[in-house]
């Protein structure tokens, strides 16, 4: 053999080990940042039960499959990932924790597969353990337990899609996280609005409010355990705080004229709302810890729908100073105002990114309302919706989607016109309705719950 043939040989055999070697060490990575996607296929079987016992919450091998079912709700409601149907899967897993057979997951052309498992502790919580394996590595990803009482398995459920979402994606997950809405009944000129609370996909409603007085424009404070919301109590504007824990309710300011859209501080520290006082709307800002008021405006045009960037050093809001409704910039002191939105038609509730990169907004135009993102300095706009009437964005805590409320038009009997809550994720092509019991409006997206792994 030549020395040039057997360097060639060895030039091949090397190649080929470097493949090998790139493909055992290569990590699955999901793109969230590209337009259309195609999903990736993940196996989800049932989370195996160690014993299959009875619990407080029901039977251990029930509860497994559904925590198994949350997880896929959730993944797949992302369009980043396709679940494959259970029916398919050739290998049967145990709750042992051992290996997969990688080689009964390829035909599926699964990617990655989350393997379960679930225990009735002796004080009667449940220990939920999980793995996530990438197939074509053949190498655990994740691999994380909890223990935690039987009735919270739908959360534990929601902190693994997370753990998933974050593992793949390299963005924090938001499926562990509650939606605060106005949940509304009755006709047009008589409906009923309750403060309602429920998980992200719609879980756990509970109704916050009986209903017997008007209540808008929730919105979650950053320590997750308040929400400040706009009433009227005997037809009286009353800026209220309720606590989610000690289940109460205080009155932040109780003003004689009319009050709009208060929000917190990302410190929590300060609440920023509009006043109307001599028929002129300003923006004002309330010190939680003195109860002190401070305006930051003072123009003869409507200031109102503030927000502040996720730094707490900037404001966001809609103004018609110029004219016609649009976006404005400020220092949270109230300095620097200026103009940042130029498009066709007007602009409304503008709200800050948590990654501080985006504002989203209600986009008035053509004869419709649509949801729609600009950078900070308003360039880059977009517009993510194209309904009749899509208005109130929140953002979810990762910044990737947007949730709203959608209301369609009357038709010639007059029904119709109900609204409900959509979500929409930055490429504008996955767009889902929210499931609520009743009508709904203006929600407001929660931070993460804090969660702890054992």
Request: charge should be neutral; proline fraction near 7%.
């Amino acid at each position: 053999m030549t020395a040039s043939l057997l360097l060639k040989r060895l030039t091949y055999v090397l190649a080929a080990c470097l493949v090998i070697t790139l493909q055992a060490t290569a990590q699955l990575k999901v793109d969230v940042s590209r337009g259309r996607v195609d999903p990736v296929p993940i196996a989800i079987p049932d989370f195996v039960p160690v014993q299959n016992v009875e619990t407080s919450a029901g039977n251990l091998s029930d509860i497994g499959a559904s925590i198994s079912q949350v997880v896929t709700s959730n993944l797949v409601s992302t369009g980043l990932f396709r679940a494959i149907d259970q029916s398919a899967f050739i290998e049967k897993l145990t709750a042992a924790p051992t290996r997969p057979r990688f080689a009964a997951w390829r035909p599926l052309a699964a990617q990655a597969l989350v393997a379960g498992r679930i225990e009735l502790l002796p004080n009667g919580n449940l220990r939920v353990e999980f793995r996530l394996w990438d197939i074509v590595g053949e190498l655990q990803m994740e691999g994380v337990g909890y223990n935690t009482p039987a009735s919270n398995w739908r959360r534990i459920a929601h902190v693994i899609s997370d753990r998933i979402y974050s593992r793949l994606t390299g963005e924090d997950g938001y499926f562990d996280t509650r939606i605060v809405y106005i949940a509304e009944q009755g006709e047009p000129l008589n409906r009923t609005k309750r403060l309602a609370i429920m998980d992200q996909d719609g879980a756990n409603q509970q109704f916050l409010t009986d209903g017997s007085f008007l209540v808008l424009t929730p919105r979650f404070s950053p320590n997750r355990q308040e929400i400040t919301f706009l009433s009227y109590f005997d037809n009286k504007p009353r800026v209220y705080l309720f606590n989610i824990l000690s289940n109460r309710f205080e009155v932040l300011g109780d003003f004689p004229n009319m009050t709009f859209a208060p929000r917190f501080s990302p410190d929590g520290n300060f609440v920023v709302m509009t006043l109307a006082e001599d028929g002129n709307s300003d923006i004002y800002v309330m010190d939680l810890r003195t109860r002190e008021v401070r305006r930051l405006t003072d123009d003869p045009g409507i200031d109102t729908s503030p927000s502040y960037s996720p730094d707490g050093t900037k404001i966001v809001f809609n103004s018609d100073r110029g004219g016609s409704q649009q976006i404005y910039v400020m220092n949270a002191d109230g300095s620097d105002v200026h103009r940042i939105s130029f498009g066709r038609g007007r602009y409304a509730t503008p709200v800050w990114s948590p990654r501080g990169d985006l504002i989203a907004f209600t986009k008035i135009g053509d004869r419709k309302f649509r949801i729609g993102v600009m950078r900070t300095d308003g360039k880059g706009e977009r517009l993510l919706t194209d309904a009749y009437q899509d208005e109130g964005p929140t953002w979810s805590p990762n910044g990737r989607v947007l949730m709203f409320f959608r209301t369609p038009p009357y038709d010639a009997q007059g029904r119709g016109g109900k609204p409900s809550l959509w979500s929409v994720d930055l490429t504008g092509y996955n767009e889902r309705q929210v499931p609520t019991p009743y009508d709904a409006s203006d929600p407001a997206w929660s931070p993460p719950l804090p969660v702890t792994s054992r």
